[in-house]
């Protein structure tokens, strides 16, 4: 069988589970559901619980980072998610808090050899992060190497200790809907936490279509964060509702707050 039977196969066999499902339930599940009335409702505090507060641009410098921790402790923000080279910085800066500590592995293109992948990973954790969220080889999913795609994930998976959460990030601007398919499959078998949809490096963000798709995808039982152009509260709320659980915001003050997005975000 070669790359591309593969490829259809999968997407065959997802596409038929999801019938499946939807003719045994009759309707889609709760975390699938767009529930208008629940964006009147949600709170600031209450979104804040979902963000992972993001600074990950190459020029940051020291007191972007002090900024970023106190804003953290401040709002409750679930995490603060950076390049592995600050993981030190911030996990001294937050240590009591009880705010996360998130390193992104691999980042922003996915293209380096899975050992390396792996070290930045082991090294992350050694230096306090929480969780990790590694970028697929993007480059390798559409060529049809599947193989290659899940052991990169799985690399990343065999670093982690039983607390970490590994969040699997698609980049899925570049991706067509049957390569979104078939990467949440992978990233699902190979036992990650979470997909992800973006660094926000490739020119596109977050989208309540994808957000959605990557749901029916992963089922219930794995998470699904949003991430890349999130600018509003209202825009955070609508990704919650077509079925995200985690949120990855560099202007997190501006959408919890309502203020203008502008600035050091």
Known sequence: MDQKELIDRITKEVMQRLNQN?????TQTREHISEPSSARRMTASELAGYIDHTLLKPDAVVSQFEQLCDEAVKY??????VNSSWVPFVAKKLRGTGIKICSVIGFPLGEMDTRSKA???RSALGNGADELDMVINVGALKSGNIKLVEEDIRAIKRACRKTTI???????GLLTDDEKIVVCEIARKADADFVKT????SGSGATEHDVS???????????VKASGGIRTFDQAVALINA???????????????????QGNY
């Open 213 to 223: 798709l990557m749901r029916r995808i992963v089922g219930a039982k794995m998470g």
């Open 119 to 121: 070290f930045e990973a």
């Open 198 to 201: 973006s660094t926000g490096f």
């Open 243 to 261: 079925g995200a659980n985690r949120l990855g915001c560099g202007a997190s003050v501006p959408v919890v707050t309502g203020a203008d997005p």
């Open 76 to 81: 409750r923000f679930k995490s603060v998610c």
């Open 166 to 172: 590994l969040k699997v990030i698609l980049e899925t």
């Open 22 to 26: 939807a003719g045994a339930t009759g």
